[in-house]
């Protein structure tokens, strides 16, 4: 493989274009912005996304659909959720049956709660065998991936031999990849871990430290992992870089976007005046009624998940969603562990 094309131009999938260019690959990235293509074509530079930064030469952009698709023997989604199904169509006439399909995008589609996999083969299902999608996932903030700080992901995907594919195009000294077979799990942690994000967010806007957010983050996990078993995932994903690993970075840095609302949030701002703020896509907002859904669906109880809900879209204070929290009925925290490690004992292969 030796060309690869990213849509969009955003921070991640900027970062992740950088990452194939010092692997070797010629990447286009799709931009709907004349402006913004002109820019990483002339000046070697993406101002607003990934300030600072000179892109290398084998890097360049393009608005046009069809030259993009048609340009990669990799083609990498890394679309927010609310416009993956967009860019997908848009790219759907030009999409060959050779190109190996990758997505790094952390989030339900909001009207079908489908995951990101799902709607790329939905697309893509005249062209795609069913499994055929890789899903990059992991800790890795794009502010320090374009700066090549040693990082470390995993690609899924159902077939092995796609996700060693993957591994190659990406793998660099300073961008190490692993595999995993368990897809489900790992866009489900990736997806769900925002939610926790903003109310670690929130948690420190208030001042509460880190005993409180230490206790957010491991129940956090269990009620990832408790939807994620439900849904079909290995719980021992969950323990991994998608899971603990991601949650970790997305719940203790400033670069992490979910983190800086729910601290806005904490700090009094309104839902709509932090989004505008950031000028940049807060998935973990969607990800919050997606997962409220879900959990519905499935019949899981997601007591932080709720309480965020209830702030981000009731008007409750995030204080009194805390105390709301910490006045829960009490309860064993080893059931948890027990009904998913049982879980996991009962769907292992036999030897």
Known sequence: MKKATVFVAGSWGTALAAVLADNGLEVLLWTRGEAQAKE??????????????KLAPSVRATTSIEEATRHGDILLFVAPSSAMRDVARRA???????????????????????RMSHVLEEEFADVLEPG????????????EVIQRSPTTVVVACSRPELAEAAQDAFITPAFR?????DVAGVEIAGALKNIIALGAGMSDGLGFGDNAKAALLT????EIGRLGVAMGANPLTFAGLAGVGDLVVTCTSRHSRNWRA?????????????????????EGVRT?????????????????????????FRGKHPRSAVEALMGRGRTHEIEDIVREAAAAFRDAPAD
């Open 177 to 181: 990849v692993y595999t995993n077979p």
């Open 92 to 114: 759907k006439p030009y999409v060959r049956g050779d190109q190996l399909i990758v997505h790094a995008t952390k989030g339900f589609e909001a009207d079908t709660l489908l």
């Open 288 to 312: 919050t009624k997606a997962a409220i859904a879900l959990a519905a669906k499935y019949g899981v109880e997601l007591p932080i998940a709720e309480q965020l809900h209830a702030v981000l």
């Open 132 to 143: 055929s999608v890789v899903v990059l996932s992991g800790p890795s903030h794009a502010e």
């Open 40 to 53: 990483i074509n002339e000046r070697r530079t993406n101002e607003k996304y990934v300030p600072g930064t």
């Open 219 to 222: 129940r956090g996990l269990a």
């Open 262 to 282: 729910g601290y806005k949030l904490a700090e009094g701002a309104p839902l709509e005046e932090v989004l505008a703020s950031l000028g940049m896509v807060v």
